[in-house]
Every structure is written in structure tokens, then in C-alpha cells.
């Protein structure tokens, strides 16, 4: 690829990553890694823990330097032009790192006057932020007496004080209560709506099944990069079965048994929710054989169907296909 | 019904701060049978973390009572001890130790005889999936597998009873996964009682009966079916282009029970959906709001949660 064409399309995508290695020693963290996110998409960056996923971001941040490829964002080198890309992008990561001796509204003034916000400008903004972050009537309040939902949100607030284009979260919503975690994914889309480029980490296939694309990887490779409606259609290596029993733990036994003895030809075999998925080569052709299974070892069932698969089983599937890879 | 492995009766644990006296826990009974998951659920600040520490006895109660498999959590602690397991939020093991270092020091701090070691320690991490691993220091294994190193430290000195705080906190689906199917295994064949708090509704769904708490009160105590049963009428999903306008459209129509909103989805309660469903759709068109289709799905925990948690704030007047 010429110079030109690198330069315009990193100019078209708020973040653009070719080629990206990353080594530590013999330990490979990125392969050969390559995405584009669109202005104002709401992209979702999964893995397990130990994938890549961070690593990726820090190099994103230019706070690491990659071995070899390149990463820009806002047509900025990452690399080479770190301090211009802090100013335009928002960080928030896992531990919110906040001040917890400092009430909210002064944890944002600080994060304004750190990205060299005039007094001017903060007054107009620290009310958009604590509006916008539901902290109205807490800005007086010390952050250490703040629950984990407001400290998020303030987190949140204190990432985006200085009008970020582009919003990196990794892991936002780690054990936060459901109800917070909604309310956080709201100003996430109120961002999105308002042009700002969102990339975020997160271990909730649900709130992965929220963004509007998701790229996945795995050991360091980038094994899938599609639409959540997308992905459920081609990275699904069989077909699910969903299984209703009142003793899901004694069928799992049977079924896990029948799976590592290779009586039945089951890729997977998980507890989800109350019920139980298991992943087969052909639903229609494997439900009778389950059904037999199960009876004969005196464990009631109550349904067993051949359902889409949920962002969860095309996220096993897919860490176990590279491990099979590999 | 067998005495119960756990139990607590108007138990309560106030707090003395500047600003008074901050009650964390207030009043709250509950029982878990033996062989039970019990999971203890709600927002963040309700109490979870510490109704399960009043139930250990590391935190001294201010009234009421509480037992484990019949022994005083305060008087009796120490032979509650020897028979219960426990996770820690955020616990972490010590790094600089190997995996099975860290099971003997485990081992140790529980008393365990060395020839009941020699046999435990191996059972244990195969069980967990850690054989392979006896020499990797605990620092350098992935966060699935701390935690799995963890389950089977406290599992060292074969408690009947498990207490576990978030034990999957920041962990990948696939290693959750894993983690369930041994608590599962646990629970189906040593029919070991398990109490764990946890910010993750679909876990919630897999226990036998879940606790909601709510600033200190034990609001809801029942099975998953029976509290997603809870929720008035039938769940429609989708996807309006204008969020905003579409939940205030849908908040003033008939028939309309509760709406919820997720990143850009409305989940819209309704108490007939196959007449409600045009309904919607009318109106969505009427006012030029591009929408996909309409689709009814199952009521999951995540949302019984919340309906439960914004009822009680209604009365409350709270913070959500």
C-alpha cells in the first residue's frame, strides 16, 4: 500500500489498525492484527482474559510501541504522535482512576485541567458532564462514598470531559449491578449518536450483543470481525441444542460423560442460564439420540430444541477453534 | 424440610459513621438447604458482601442471629470454619507462590493432616483442571484459572458449605463456563451447599433459589422461574432509530405494563402481544419512527432484576 492511500484511509477511519504484531520476548500478545471502525460506531472488542485485548488498546493510546505494523487514530500515528492522540481520545479503563478524596465535581475539573481546560470552558461543561452522568445533587460528594454504579458513570464523565471523537473502555462494566451497567450503555449510545467513535472490552455477551460490530480474538489473532447477526450465521462451528431438564447438573454429568467416551458427537456442552447447551454437528438428526441419553439415566426432560445461537456459544466456539488451530 | 445449612434470622449490622448510623444490613432471614446454590443478588452497596461476612462471623453482627449447619457465626466460629469454604471478593492469592504451594499453605492454614494432603491435593486440581500446572506460580496463571485455583483452596478441607463473593469477577465467558460446571459437579455429586454473591444474572439463573436485596432487606427470595414469573404480561424487543421518542411513545399506549431500554433496544412489556405488537408497530409508523421487527423473547433474570429493583425504588424514592 503507498504512503497516500495509508494516510487518507487512516484519515477516514477514527481508528485503523494494519498489521499490528506485538512480542514481549518469545510471548506473541498480537498476531498480524488488522480492523477499521467507522466514525460514531459502537465497535466491541472481545476475547478471554490474556487474548490480546488490552494490549492492543495501549498501543492504540501510543502507550506501547508495537513490534512491527501500524495503528492510527483520527489519522494519527499512535506510535509517533501520542500526545496529539491523548488530547482527542477519552480512556477509561477497569479501575476507574479516581480521586477518592476528592468529591466528583473536582475529580472532573481535574481530568479538565489535566487535558488543559480554561475555568471558562469547565464551567459550561462540569454541568453537561454530571447531567449527562446522573451525578446532579452528588457533585459535593467524595468519590470514596460513591457505590460502584455513580463511580462508573463519573469515571465515565471524567474520560469524555474534554470532548473526546474517540472512546476507549476496557471493561467498563466489570461487576457492576444490571441496572447501572444499562445505564452506562445508554450515554455509550447517546455518545454513538453524537458521532463519537466507541471502542469497548467486555466479558457480557450481552452487552457485546450491543454493539453494532465485534471484532474477536484470540491468543493474540484476530479470529472474527463481523456484525453480532453476522457472526451468529458463519462462526458457528455446528448447531445448538437447547436442552430444559429440572437437574441440569445431572444431565450435564451424563452429557460430559457421553462427550469425553465420544458415544455422542458433542463439540460443547454448558450449563447456560437454567438450561443447557450443547453444540452438535446436525440439531434435527441428535435430538432423539440426547433425549434416549438422558432417560436412560433417569433425568427428566422437559424440552430439548434446536435454537440460534447466542453471542455466548459463537464466543466458545470460537476460542476453541483457535485453541484447535494452534 | 432438614435443618437448613445456612440460616439468619432478623439479622442486622449497623455502621457508625459522621452522619449517623448506616444500617448495611436490616433485618434480613433467610435459609439455604443443605445441597442448595442460594444466589444473593442486588445492586451495588445493598449488602451482599456484607450479609456474607456477618454469616462467616468476620464481621460482628448488631443483632439478630445467624448459623451455619447449626453453629453460632460469632460464638461457634471456629467450627464453623472447619466446615465452611470461603472466596473472598477480589481475593487474591499469594503470586509468588506455585499452585500447589498455594494448595499446601491452604492446607496448612486449615489444619489439614500431610497423608490427607498427599490425596486431597492431586483430587483437587485435576478436578479443577490444573494437573498440569502444580509448578506454575500463581501470579502467572490467567484469570480463569486463579479463580479455579481459588474454588479448590477452599475446597481443601472438604467443607459442606461454600460461601463465594463475585468469585467470577472480570473473568471471560469461556472460563465461567468452566468455573459453573464445577460448581455443578460439586453440588451433583457431593451435594456440597453453595452461597454465592454475584453481579451476573445469567449465574443468578443457575442457582437453585436467588436472594434479591435491596439496601439491606431481603425484597425477594424465591426460584428464578417463579421470581422472572414475577413480571407482569409478555416481552417484545427492538430497535427503534429514536430511542427517546420511541420509550415515551410506548410509555403512553394501552396495554403498556413497563419499558425498558437497553444500549439501543426498548424492551416494552405488554399484556397481549399479538395485538400489542401491531399496536406498537401503528404507532412507531404514525410518528415516522424506523424501527426493526417485533420480537417476543423469554423473560431472563437481567430483567426481573430490574422491574423488581425499579418497583422497590418507586416506593422508595432511591437512588436508581
Not at chain 1, 37 to 56: C, D, M, R, S, Y
Not at chain 1, 229 to 247: F, H
Not at chain 2, 258 to 264: L, M, T
Request: hydrophobic share 40%; with cysteine.
Amino acid at each position: 500500500m503507498t504512503i497516500e492511500t495509508r494516510i487518507s484511509q487512516s484519515q477516514a477511519f477514527p481508528i485503523l489498525v494494519q498489521h499490528l504484531s506485538k512480542r514481549f520476548g518469545s510471548f506473541i500478545a498480537v498476531e498480524d492484527v488488522s480492523f477499521s471502525i467507522q466514525p460514531g460506531e459502537v465497535f466491541g472488542w472481545l476475547g478471554p482474559n490474556g487474548a490480546g485485548k488490552t494490549t492492543t488498546i495501549r498501543i492504540l493510546l501510543g502507550l506501547m510501541k508495537p513490534t512491527s505494523g501500524e495503528a492510527y487514530v483520527l489519522g494519527l500515528n499512535s506510535a509517533t504522535q501520542s500526545k496529539t492522540v491523548h488530547a482527542q481520545v477519552g480512556y477509561m479503563s477497569q479501575q476507574f482512576t479516581l480521586y477518592n478524596d476528592l468529591t466528583a465535581r473536582q475529580n472532573i475539573r481535574f481530568y479538565g485541567g489535566v487535558h488543559g481546560m480554561s475555568s471558562r470552558e469547565l464551567r459550561q461543561r462540569i454541568p453537561e458532564i454530571l447531567s449527562m452522568a446522573g451525578l446532579e445533587g452528588r457533585e459535593n460528594v467524595l468519590t470514596s462514598s460513591l457505590s460502584g454504579g455513580w463511580k462508573q458513570r463519573l469515571a465515565l464523565g471524567c474520560a469524555i470531559v474534554h470532548r473526546p471523537r474517540v472512546l476507549f473502555l476496557d471493561e467498563p462494566t466489570a461487576g457492576v449491578d444490571p441496572i447501572s451497567r444499562r445505564q452506562f450503555w445508554e450515554l455509550i449510545y447517546q455518545m454513538a449518536k453524537e458521532g463519537v467513535t466507541v471502542l469497548v472490552t467486555t466479558h457480557y455477551m450481552d452487552e457485546a450483543e450491543l454493539c453494532q460490530r465485534v471484532g474477536f480474538i484470540n491468543a493474540g489473532h484476530l479470529v472474527a470481525l463481523d456484525s453480532v447477526a453476522q457472526l451468529k450465521r458463519t462462526q458457528m462451528r455446528g448447531q445448538v441444542l437447547e436442552i430444559n431438564t429440572p437437574d441440569p447438573e445431572k444431565a450435564m454429568l451424563a452429557l460430559s460423560a457421553a462427550r469425553q467416551e465420544k458415544s455422542l458427537p458433542l463439540d460443547e456442552a454448558a450449563l447456560y442460564g437454567a438450561q443447557i447447551h450443547v453444540v452438535v454437528p446436525d440439531a434435527q438428526q441428535y435430538i432423539e439420540p440426547i433425549q434416549r441419553l438422558l432417560t436412560s439415566r433417569k433425568i427428566q426432560v422437559s424440552s430439548i430444541e434446536w435454537i440460534q445461537p447466542t453471542l455466548e456459544d459463537v464466543f466458545i466456539s470460537a476460542v476453541k477453534s483457535g485453541q484447535t488451530k494452534q | 424440610m432438614n435443618e437448613p445449612a445456612i440460616i439468619t434470622q432478623d439479622l442486622l449490622k449497623e455502621f457508625k459513621t459522621p452522619k449517623g448510623i448506616l444500617t448495611a444490613v436490616d433485618h434480613l432471614s433467610l435459609q439455604v438447604a443443605p445441597g442448595e446454590t442460594f444466589g444473593l443478588i442486588g445492586p451495588d452497596g445493598a449488602g451482599k458482601s456484607t450479609t456474607t461476612r456477618l454469616i462467616l462471623g468476620l464481621l460482628t453482627r448488631t443483632g439478630g442471629e445467624s448459623r451455619v449447619l447449626g453453629f453460632d457465626s460469632m460464638r461457634d466460629m471456629y467450627q464453623l470454619r472447619a466446615r465452611v469454604g470461603y472466596i473472598a471478593q477480589q481475593f487474591s492469592l499469594p503470586p509468588n507462590l506455585t499452585v500447589m504451594e498455594n494448595m499446601q499453605f491452604s492446607a496448612g492454614v486449615q489444619s489439614v493432616r500431610p497423608e490427607e494432603q498427599k490425596k486431597r491435593i492431586p483430587e483437587l486440581l485435576e478436578f479443577a483442571g490444573l494437573g498440569g500446572f502444580t509448578k506454575r506460580l500463581a501470579g502467572k496463571l490467567s484469570g480463569g484459572m486463579k479463580k479455579k485455583l481459588a474454588l479448590a483452596c477452599c475446597l481443601i478441607h472438604e467443607p459442606q458449605v461454600v460461601l463465594l463473593d463475585e468469585p467470577t469477577l472480570g473473568v471471560d465467558p469461556v472460563s465461567r463456563r468452566e468455573f459453573w460446571n464445577l460448581l455443578g459437579n460439586l453440588r451433583a455429586e457431593k451435594g456440597l451447599t453453595i452461597f454465592v454473591c454475584t453481579p451476573y444474572m445469567d449465574e443468578a439463573e443457575r442457582c437453585t433459589r436467588v436472594g434479591l436485596i435491596y439496601e439491606g432487606r431481603l425484597i425477594v427470595n424465591d426460584t428464578p422461574a417463579k421470581i422472572k414469573a414475577m413480571l407482569p404480561g409478555h416481552m417484545l424487543e427492538f430497535t427503534p432509530a429514536a430511542l427517546e421518542r420511541a420509550r415515551a411513545l410506548c410509555s403512553s399506549l394501552e396495554g403498556i405494563l413497563e419499558v425498558q431500554s437497553y444500549g439501543d433496544k426498548l424492551h416494552v412489556f405488554v399484556d397481549n402481544p399479538t395485538l400489542r405488537n401491531q399496536q406498537i408497530i401503528n404507532a412507531l409508523d404514525e410518528q415516522g419512527i424506523a424501527h426493526d421487527v417485533l420480537r417476543e423473547l423469554e423473560v431472563r433474570m437481567e430483567e426481573a432484576f430490574i422491574s423488581l429493583i425499579r418497583r422497590q425504588t418507586a416506593t422508595n424514592g432511591g437512588d436508581h
